[in-house]
């Protein structure tokens, strides 16, 4: 089992509804990130927070906001998507930033919430 | 069995048999390597990493393989087994960059019994 808990594991949603991804971790990680992962692809990073701030936007649409309300929470906030943003969404944590001199540490990533947009 | 690169996508070994998953990396200043491997339906989960100072690093059943000079990176999974079928991606890390971990195409492994 992951010990970073991504909810939900599914999600269905017309292109005008509101909903959140929610990934949690217990682990001390300071730093939390999105990807999104299309069938068959590796994955793509959209966002990075390092200490809970937003450090790394990929240039990823308005339509996805993420939020980081504490060290052991990260949210994707998603509003009208398009049928193209259907995919596997994971979350992943390292301990400390990515980009740090010593942080030659591996991401963890949790089990990905699938998103498929009618 | 063994895969040549990221032009076979897919490769198949019998049940017991040792299998070689390579890599072609992109950037020459990259420090530190890690394969995942991502089961259906699941995240990637972390294999074992290398950093660019080590040639090679064993784990439980696998070793890890750094050929700076041709930029490339293996995997060897000794005595394959089937739940060793995945899809298995190799990322780097650029050096000095702000960037994040870059992730290979992926080498989808099955195991025939």
């Known amino acids: 089992d992951t010990e970073v808990t991504q909810t939900p594991k599914h999600l269905v949603m017309g292109m005008t509804n509101k909903k959140s991804l929610k990934c949690e971790q217990h682990?001390?990680?300071?730093?939390m990130y999105w990807y999104k992962q299309k069938a068959k692809k590796p994955p793509e990073l959209m966002f990075v927070y390092s200490y809970e701030k937003l450090s790394i936007n990929e240039s990823v649409p308005s339509r996805f906001s993420p939020e980081c309300p504490n060290s052991s929470l990260l949210n994707l906030h998603l509003h009208a998507l398009q049928p193209e943003d259907s995919a596997l969404y994971l979350c992943?944590?390292?301990?400390?930033?990515?980009?740090?001199?010593?942080?030659?540490?591996?991401?963890?990533f949790g089990d990905g919430t699938r998103l498929s947009i009618l | 069995g063994e895969n040549v690169g990221l032009h076979l996508p897919t490769l198949s070994v019998q049940e017991g048999d040792n299998s070689i998953i390579n890599c072609a990396y992109s950037n020459s200043a990259s420090d530190y390597f890690i394969w995942y491997k991502q089961e259906s339906g699941k995240g990637p989960q972390f294999i074992i990493d290398i950093r660019s100072n080590m040639d090679k690093r064993q784990g439980q059943r696998v070793t890890v393989l750094l050929n700076k000079t041709v930029k490339h990176l293996s995997l060897q999974i000794a005595a394959t087994q089937p739940g060793d079928s995945a899809v298995y991606f190799c990322a780097e890390k650029w050096s000095g960059s702000a960037r994040q971990l870059t992730f290979g195409s992926g080498t989808q492994l099955t195991v025939l019994p």
């Open positions: 682990m001390g990680h300071r730093a």
């Open positions: 992943a944590s390292s301990e400390v930033p990515w980009w740090g001199r010593e942080a030659n540490q591996p991401q963890h």
